[in-house]
Structure formats: structure tokens, C-alpha cells
């Protein structure tokens, strides 16, 4: 089995920054792409930005210059960093990393979700 367990939303005021973690662990063999998805009330699930094992990164034009997407391989890890925070940024925050299990099986799997609400 494995698990995605983030941490790290909250509630912060305009132009704030909060760091999201998202950690995997069970019977893993290799993590391929890790991403952040958000979705806010009323809105589809979008992309926010991902990387791949060796570091390539890619984001939404909205957050561009704002977040930093980053991962540590050796702790299964993917981070978000947020700064300038707007209240456009509220939203729940899902991660997801494709990853290869023990059984030989690759496949995307889903973090549970972190709430992040951006308002004076």
C-alpha cells in the first residue's frame, strides 16, 4: 500500500507565505512526477505545478514567480512553497506523485488534501 500525507495549510493574510509537504510512503519502488492540484469552492481541480524525479518543473501562468515546487527524493518528499499569497490561492491542495510499487504496478496516487485560506 501507499500513502500520501500532507501538512502544512492554514490560514494566512494576504501577501503571506505558507510551505506545504507532502510525504510518500508504503511499498515504493520509484517516484516518477510529483504535482500539486488545487481546487477551490465551486471550481474544477486544476494544476498548480509539478516536477520530475531529476527536477524539472512546470506551473500554472497564475502562480508563475509566487510558488516553488520542489522535492527531496531521498525522503519521498514534494513541497510547495508559497509566497505573495492572494485570495485567489484558496483552495484545497491535493498532492499526487506516479509511483512504481513493489508489485510492479505504476500508478497516480492522491494525498488527502491540506486547506489553505488566504483572507485578512
Known amino acids: 500500500q501507499v500513502q500520501l500525507v500532507e501538512s502544512g495549510g492554514g490560514l494566512v493574510q494576504p501577501g503571506g507565505s505558507l510551505r506545504l509537504s507532502c510525504a510518500a510512503s508504503?511499498?515504493?519502488?520509484?517516484?516518477?512526477?510529483m504535482a500539486w492540484y488545487r481546487q477551490a469552492p465551486g471550481k474544477q481541480r486544476e494544476l498548480v505545478a509539478q516536477i520530475t524525479y531529476i527536477g524539472g518543473t512546470n506551473y500554472v501562468d497564475s502562480v508563475k514567480g509566487r510558488f516553488t515546487i520542489s522535492r527531496d527524493n531521498a525522503k519521498n518528499t514534494v513541497y510547495l512553497q508559497m509566497n505573495n499569497l492572494k485570495p485567489d490561492d484558496t483552495a484545497i491542495y491535493y498532492c499526487?506523485?506516479?509511483?512504481?510499487?513493489?508489485?510492479?504496478?505504476?500508478?497516480?496516487?492522491w494525498g488527502q488534501g491540506t486547506q489553505v485560506t488566504v483572507s485578512s
Open positions: 499526487s506523485a506516479n509511483i512504481r510499487t513493489g508489485r510492479d504496478i505504476t500508478r497516480n496516487y
Open positions: 508504503g511499498s515504493i519502488v520509484s517516484i516518477y512526477t
